[in-house]
């Protein structure tokens, strides 16, 4: 019997890059004029991944995200793998808004993309959950390098990385 190829869809945030570009953001806040002698916090929980953000105002809550994502870009952090809630009042009307990191693959949408990859009816690729990751196995690598293309293709709302290829 032939040996069967596969490769790991997974997704995350290296939560060391996340920390940095939120540490390079509160220096550049700390530094802007529009920022002085009002709140602007972003508090980051790596156990928990996840940060929130404390600012006087939209405006200013805004502004702090367009810092914060700029960081993440330079980062390499991906932006979709992101979950905002919305801003809630806070002590002395300012806002406060959650942001959870998405750190593997949710079962929901896990289902998804197994669900998409038999739809597609590729000849012998089998595709099946394993806790927050998908497994993708063919015996042939052509098959899996056309599922990884038609996966690129599609939007779940988070970054897909293609790894352990095998």
């Excluded at 993440?72 to 991906?78: D, E």
């Excluded at 942001?99 to 197994?114: D, M, N, S």
């Excluded at 990751?133 to 996966?151: G, H, K, M, N, T």
């Amino acid at each position: 019997m032939a040996k069967d190829e596969s490769f790991d869809i997974t997704t995350g945030c290296d939560l060391q890059e996340v920390d940095n570009a939120l540490n390079q953001a509160r220096k550049e806040i700390a530094n802007r004029f529009d920022f002085k002698n009002v709140v602007a916090e972003i508090d980051y929980d790596r156990t928990g991944a996840k940060c929130s953000i404390h600012a006087t105002d939209d405006y200013r809550l805004g502004a702090i995200w367009q810092v914060r994502d700029a960081r993440f870009i330079a980062r390499n952090v991906p932006l979709q793998n992101l979950d905002k809630s919305e801003p809630e009042k806070a002590a002395a009307g300012t806002l406060r808004q959650e942001v959870r990191l998405t750190q593997g693959i949710e079962t929901g949408v896990a289902k998804q993309i197994v669900k998409d990859i038999k739809a597609q009816k590729y000849k012998k690729a089998q595709a099946q959950g394993q806790g927050d990751a998908v497994r993708v196995s063919a015996p042939s690598r052509d098959e899996l390098q056309q599922v990884i293309q038609f996966l690129k293709g599609q939007d779940y709302g988070i970054e897909l990385k293609f790894g352990n290829y095998r």
